[in-house]
């Protein structure tokens, strides 16, 4: 069982930038790959960003790209998204999530097994 945490999110006015963290539970987080997705109102959730269990390889949407990076600390059980220049249309509840152990994920929810309660962005214009 692995429990998510995601924190750092806020207010914010376009062009700013915020880092949100996703504190993860139990031993098993260096070998699960982790991803970042975002809802926003009246909208499907989607995906935004992905990262290997070593960190060596990540993999963000082209809608962030540029703007968005994905990392993680496996000694803190914890994964990173650094948004700068942001934009209104990022604003959105933004998710971590936990892919199967020893698992490969790709952008779809499906692939991830745990969930995060999810942490409000909002970008004013």
């Known amino acids: 069982q692995v429990q998510l945490v995601e924190s750092g999110g806020g207010l914010v006015q376009a062009g700013g930038s915020l880092r949100l963290s996703c504190a993860a539970s139990?031993?098993?987080?260096?070998?699960?790959?982790m991803g970042w997705f975002r809802q926003a109102p009246g909208k499907k959730r989607e995906f935004v960003a992905r990262?290997?269990?070593?960190?060596?390889?990540?993999y963000l949407a082209d809608s962030v790209k540029g703007r968005f990076t994905i990392s993680r600390d496996n000694a803190k059980n914890t994964v990173y998204l650094q948004m700068n220049s942001l934009k209104p249309e990022d604003t959105a509840v933004y998710y971590c999530?936990?892919?199967?152990?020893?698992?490969?994920?790709?952008?779809?929810?499906?692939?991830?097994?745990?969930w995060g309660q999810g942490t409000q962005v909002t970008v004013s214009s």
């Open positions: 139990g031993r098993t987080f260096s070998s699960r790959a």
């Open positions: 999530a936990a892919a199967p152990f020893m698992g490969r994920v790709g952008t779809t929810m499906g692939e991830y097994d745990y």
């Open positions: 990262i290997s269990w070593s960190g060596g390889s990540t």
